[in-house]
């Protein structure tokens, strides 16, 4: 599916941008309020945009040399059976020495704001590396007790 094809890619392109940029403004305004991120390291999702951005702090204070590599936008069907426009954003970094392969799928309303953003990571050691940076972070901004 090319571009003009799918708002999720002026999505997704805004969305590097603004992690590029480490710009944790023009990131919350790209979420719902309700949105969910589901998270390599823990079953149940953080929810909320408060939640959210809380987390994406810690994240963008945690990961070392963060790029997105590669960009990919289509449709999926969500756990309800509907259809949602979507962007999977490729991405390499280093957290605590590892080195860091993942994925960030990005789910969209109507509006094209993100309402589900699920991260997947490899390998296991830097799923755990990242756990335990994430946790810390986590902690020290008073969004989760120790």
Known sequence: ????????????????????????TAIEELFTED??????????PFEGRPMVMGLFGVLLRTFENFRYVGETAGTVRTADGSATDSAVLVFRAEVGGKEIHGIDLLHLDGDGRIREFTVMVRPHSAV???????????VADGLVQA
């Open 1 to 24: 599916m090319t571009s003009a094809m799918n708002p999720a890619t002026s999505t997704a392109d805004r969305f590097r941008a603004a992690v590029d940029r480490r710009d944790l």
């Open 35 to 44: 949105v969910r991120l589901y998270s390599p390291v823990k079953f149940t």
């Open 128 to 138: 755990q590396a990242l756990g335990e940076a994430v946790l810390a972070g986590l």
